[in-house]
């Protein structure tokens, strides 16, 4: 491995058919070379490895005080408050934030997390797409000691810093809360399971039900985008059901609001005729009617202590190659909306 061949920009001609000069301009991303070019040129470097024999020493000899950060999405009160405690925390040290939205795809992912080793960035903070199925895209990552950390969504068995809750925890506290207000028939509406956020919260609510000998029913869980519409379509398949839920348990807060929205215009009372409980805490799960029954999930405390243990890692007061898993606390946060049982 030591003695492996180092690519140049004349092997990449040699490859492609084009000029030297060509290949220069085009890995510089020069609009004199036409878009389809530069791409077979990037394409052909990625494959042959050039891109990061020739310049990973410059990549880390040059600090460019950027970070990069790759999000599922922009709009997402919990994302904006991951975004809010990394940038204030990279401010304070001197950091620039470089964003970029998967929007829930992992080949926007594998592009984006190759463009900002392009662009130099220090470190990277990721936020794992939907469907993204493995890391080998952060590789390069890890062979040229980036920093590089994972937070919310991550895939366990990968050895990679993470800041993460408890999922399975939490999701299990708010089935169980549901259970205590007399509840016995919760349905579940959830993400893609692909990601361990989804699924942890899914095996905490089963090992809820299973724990208080209640059944766990299928036709009583929807894996889902967790958009609008899969939610408004959810909310109007548990309304048809002859044995309609007496809970709903929701992955996130927009959705379980989306779904009281429909509940109430078909004339269901919430509390009274299903309790509904959500999950992050976000603005509107304090502004809905009835006030809804969430899991407090601290974002911006967790963009914080991200953007703190790169910028430690940058400052060499950690060994990069060591790795650590951080579980922060999070908090069942009991409202009207799941409240069927009324304190005095």
């Known amino acids: 491995m030591k003695n492996e061949k180092v690519v140049t920009i004349y092997d990449l001609a040699e490859r492609l058919n084009l000029a030297p000069s060509t290949i220069s301009r085009g890995l510089q991303d020069n609009p004199a070379v036409t878009a389809k070019t530069r791409k077979k040129i990037f394409d052909a470097a990625t494959e042959m490895g050039y891109r990061f024999n020739t310049f990973a020493s410059n990549l880390r000899k040059q600090k460019t005080n950027t970070i990069g950060v790759i999000v599922p999405r922009l709009n997402s009160y919990f994302i904006s408050d991951i975004l809010a405690g990394i940038e204030k925390e990279l401010n304070v040290s001197g950091y620039n934030m470089l964003i970029s939205q998967s929007l829930e795809l992992e080949e926007n992912e594998i592009k984006y997390a190759a463009e900002m080793l ?145 509940f109430k215009d ?39 202590i991200a953007a703190r243990h790169l910028v430690s890692q940058l400052n060499g007061e950690e060994d990069a190659a060591l790795t650590n898993t951080i579980i922060l606390k999070s908090q069942l946060l009991i409202r009207p909306s799941s409240l069927k049982k009324k304190t005095i």
């Open 118 to 262: 392009q662009n130099r960035v220090d470190g990277l903070i990721v936020n794992l797409a939907a469907n993204t199925r493995n890391l080998d895209h952060y590789k390069e990552y890890i062979r040229h000691r980036i920093p590089l950390l994972f937070v919310d969504r991550v895939i366990e068995e990968d050895d990679f810093n993470k800041v993460v809750i408890n999922n399975e925890k939490a999701g299990y506290e708010i089935t169980n809360h549901l259970i205590e207000q007399g509840c016995k028939r919760i349905a579940h509406l959830t993400g893609n399971c692909m990601r361990n956020v989804y699924q942890e919260r899914k095996l905490g609510y089963e090992r809820a039900l299973t724990e208080h000998q209640l059944p766990k029913q299928q036709d009583l869980i929807f894996e889902t985008d967790l958009t609008e519409e899969s939610s408004i379509l959810v909310a109007k398949q548990l309304l048809k059901m002859k044995n309609r839920p007496d809970a709903l348990f929701v992955a996130n807060d927009l959705s379980a609001v989306i779904c009281m929205k429909v």
């Open 266 to 304: 078909a004339g269901l009372r919430i509390p009274e005729d299903i309790a509904v409980a959500g999950f992050n805490n976000d603005i509107i799960s304090r502004i809905s009617e009835p006030m809804l029954t969430t899991m407090n999930y601290p974002g911006e405390e967790m963009g914080k």
